[in-house]
């Protein structure tokens, strides 16, 4: 990376988010020195559906980037997103080879291997494998095995994979934008390395970023990534339902949520509002009271997937650091207090941290997520899932993953 500058893009559905920082060693804060965000086409619910034109805004907010920096951009990290991802629990058992049975990074290979091997469709392809624990004879919830010493030893990993496909293109839209891929990250872990401090992965905590054709979830237990997710709904079906609901445009569906959308009772609640239809140029008349019942019809159903979701892996109610809401969907007022109502749990809305100056919209935490991340795989930080022993086994499987 040249002058340590880490640039992260966040290739959504409606726009491409790019971020360029830098760490500084004294505050340990990373400085802001360009952020971007451009309109696209091209993407659909998460997915690269045409590199060319998915390139060419890259291209040009990498232009852009340079110019205010006065720097040559060279690689990137990149997210992928889209409900093709998903994840699967796996256990590997190997034997510890040295004589002194102490554990090595060659033992600790091994028993991920082994974990990971099991049958993957061939329209599939693992894209990370995360360690959730090792056991040692028998002795469970250790983090870092290298050098305890033990007979048996067993891993329990969660594995990531994508359709094959759709990571090619996101692939290929970084190459084709001239410059080198660093990484690949999936999209909720993305989202979550830029909004969760250390603690609340301790505690357990559950991210959720709403995009605007997907949504995805991240849980972290005991400091690991215990599950993952990505839902095909988002914020623009708030604006297909407000467009069907109150008889209107696209457009101006979008120009009355933005405006006037809520989740919650808000004050003037009753009050009718008149706006001006951009597409016919007629006057659309709603009260708030109707549209916000629209809009929290919509939040509600993706906060049920994903209260369904928890409860299939027993977390439901069960986190204490509660929920963290992200992404542009995320800052619809009153979104926060539903979602304590919906989840029983505290909530709150995250923005990335550790950013100077202050990153305050949370449509730009996957793309400073990239940063966190691409940071800590460069450095080897401490509070970090990729570090230690994380960042080898993360660097032995780059070179087993085609």
Known sequence: MSNNIITGIDIGTGSVKVVSARKNPETLNFEVLAKIQKPILGVRKGVVSDIDEVSSAIKECIKEI??????????????????????????????????????????????????????????????????KEFIIDGERGIKDPLDMQGVRFEAEVLVVEGFSQYIKNTSQVILDSELQLYDVVINPLAAASSVVNSKDKERGVAVIDIGANTTSLAVFEEGSLLHLAVFPIGSNNITNDIAIGLKTDIDTAEEIKLTFGSCSVQKGDKKTEKVTSKESEEIVSFSRAVLRKIIEARVSEVFDLIEADLERISKNQKLPAGIILTGGGSELPGISELAKKEFKLPCRVGHPLNFTPEIVDPKFSVACGLVVIGNDLDDGESDSMFSGIGSKIRSFFKMLIP
């Open 66 to 131: 340079e110019v205010q920096i006065n720097e040559k951009i060279d690689g990137a990290y990149v997210n992928a997103n889209g409900s093709h991802i998903s994840c699967t629990s796996s256990q590997g058992l190997v034997s510890v080879s040295r004589a002194d049975q102490r554990i090595s990074l060659e033992d600790i290979d091994r028993v991920i291997q082994a974990a990971r091997a099991f049958p993957v469709s061939k329209n599939k392809e693992i894209i990370d494998v995360y360690p």
